[in-house]
């Protein structure tokens, strides 16, 4: 634990609303629980719907007001209440607005609280402009600032919980404890050379295209892990052991895991397909191969998301290399090839051949990436000294 502060722990209301699917939870969450567990703030986090953190938090009680969750309060966020007392700092995540009554009590404290809106995770180059901007409020006399999560150190950086990277590399270097994992997963541990695959995905990408591409190419088995929703029930037709070609190709439907036990499952894979912001993330901390799918919009913003973090990804990747990662992400996102034909399955099974052909490369990238991030202070930190030094 960082040097604790003499005085009082400053108080933290972070503030959240389910938009859908688990990303603004999985994030605010994590925040919540590193600024009371690792910089000692009194953290209460304001959420609309607890359900979704129950799924994340299995230890979470959907029916109750407030609970401590590991050292962290968590409150049933509800319209029009009247808050007893504002915060010193308030975060409000994704642009959620703390309800209007908690803002005006903001404006009536003495002193104001420092007031931050955590924004959405973009690899593009206008992030580190609009990072730590101020934002005066046009009605009352309270200043908000952005705060911008991101790949570069002109940004708010990465959420990264102290230890997680240990963690992770003290189960990478265990085959006792992967087999342990894999067996209280499954119910038994992979065979030597089986090429584990995680699919955490929403319900575009060709996943049945994927299980099938797995059985035409020769070498060890497969073990497709997919998770409760669209991956598991698209490789519904495919669960268990089927052998219709050179490859071995076993999937598991798995349920939906405890956020800690996800992070492992990342790890204790050879490529993780993951989706939104939070698992993007974990992906990357897990310093495996993995493929992205992003939540889609009509109006194209995903291709540019994803085409300003595969510039950065890619940088100091071979071209060859770089398009062969390339090609995969947009056969999975289908990526139109032009806007009269969106692509379509052929071209996954193409494009994961090439992938798992060049594995090996591809590992000692990701492996460099997270190394490279690793290097960065980690969100949590910079928001810290953030409100401390510059609010
Ligand atoms: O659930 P998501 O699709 O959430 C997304 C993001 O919030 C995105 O920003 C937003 O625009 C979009 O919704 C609307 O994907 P994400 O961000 O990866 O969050 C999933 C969370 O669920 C993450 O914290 C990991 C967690 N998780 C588990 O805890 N257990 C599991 O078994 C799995 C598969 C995920």
């Known amino acids: 634990m960082r040097a604790m502060p003499s005085t009082a722990p400053d108080r933290w209301d972070l503030f959240c609303r389910v938009v859908d699917n688990f990303g ?12 009371a567990a690792e910089h000692g703030k009194q953290v209460r986090l304001w959420l609309d719907d607890l359900t979704v953190l129950a799924k994340l938090r299995p230890e979470v009680d959907p029916s109750r007001d407030v609970q401590d969750v590991g050292g962290t309060e968590v409150a049933r966020l509800r319209e029009g209440f009247t808050p007893e007392e504002v915060a010193d700092v308030v975060v409000e995540t994704f642009g959620c607005d703390p309800p209007e009554s908690y803002v005006q009590a903001m404006a009536a404290r003495t002193p104001k609280p420092r007031w931050i809106n955590l ?38 950086g990465l959420l990264r919980e102290a230890e997680l990277l240990e963690r992770r590399d003290d189960f990478q270097s265990d085959p006792g404890a992967q087999r342990a994992f894999w067996t209280s997963l499954v119910g038994r541990a992979p065979p030597e050379g089986t090429l584990k695959v995680s699919l955490f995905t929403y319900a575009g990408p060709p ?29 519904k037709a495919f669960a268990g052991p089927a052998r219709s070609g050179p490859r071995d190709v ?40 993995f493929v992205w799918n992003i939540y889609p919009t009509d109006d194209g913003a995903p291709w540019v998301k994803m085409g ?7 940088a100091r990747l071979e071209r060859a290399h770089a398009g062969t990662v390339t090609s995969l992400w947009e056969a999975w996102n289908r990526r139109p090839v032009s806007e009269s034909s969106p692509r379509e399955g052929p071209e996954a099974a193409e494009a994961w051949a090439g992938f798992v052909a060049r594995r090996g490369v591809v590992s000692d990238h990701a492996r460099a990436w997270s ?9 949590a930190d910079e928001l810290v000294d953030f409100v401390d030094k510059v609010l």
């Open 250 to 289: 076993e999937v598991f439907p798995i349920q939906f895991l405890p956020q800690d036990a996800y992070d492992v499952l990342l790890w204790a894979c050879d490529v993780n397909f993951v989706r939104g912001e939070d698992s993007f993330v974990r992906a990357q901390w897990a310093a495996r191969p």
């Open 371 to 379: 190394r490279d991030l690793a290097s960065r202070r980690d969100l």
């Open 207 to 235: 996943l049945e295209s994927l299980a099938r591409a797995c059985r035409q190419h020769p070498g060890g088995p497969v073990w497709l892990i997919a998770s409760e929703g669209a991956a598991a029930s698209a490789l």
């Open 24 to 35: 603004d939870v999985g994030v605010s969450w994590r925040l919540a629980r590193q600024l």
């Open 119 to 156: 924004e959405y995770l973009s690899a593009e180059e206008w992030v580190e402009g609009s990072h730590a901007l101020p934002s005066p409020n046009p009605r009352l006399p309270l200043t908000k600032h952005f705060f911008f999560p991101g790949f570069t150190p002109r940004t708010g």
């Open 308 to 314: 300003a973090f595969l510039a950065r990804y890619c």
